[in-house]
């Protein structure tokens, strides 16, 4: 059987979460940070859409959801930092 390439994301509450991205190594370097997005949304439910999700590896933020996780140097076991942003929408006067 092939190697899965994995991230490790901590999330919220200093959860952990093993995301599995692909199985060979050219999967892995087409793999986005819009993909990855996905992946942490199915293990981490409780955040509501990729809008509010904000993804740090080696203290730069992952911009872009067509960029490469290749770009970034992230390769096979690197700790992504998941943070749940919230935007407000407000607009009321005082």
């Known amino acids: 059987m092939g190697k899965t390439y994995q991230v490790l994301a901590y999330g919220l509450r ?3 979460v093993v995301i599995d991205l692909c199985d060979t190594e050219e999967q892995m370097q087409s793999i986005t940070v819009g993909q990855l997005k996905d992946k942490i949304l199915e293990k ?3 955040i509501l859409g990729r809008e509010n999700l904000l993804l740090i590896f080696a203290g730069k933020i992952l ?3 067509t960029s490469l996780l290749l770009d970034y ?3 096979n076991m690197s700790v992504i930092l998941t943070i ?3 935007r407000d929408r407000g ?3 005082m």
Do not use: F, L
């Open 73 to 75: 140097g992230i390769q």
């Open 44 to 46: 981490m439910p409780g």
């Open 14 to 16: 200093g959860k952990e």
């Open 63 to 65: 911009k872009g959801d």
């Open 84 to 86: 749940v942003t919230v």
């Open 91 to 93: 607009g009321g006067g």
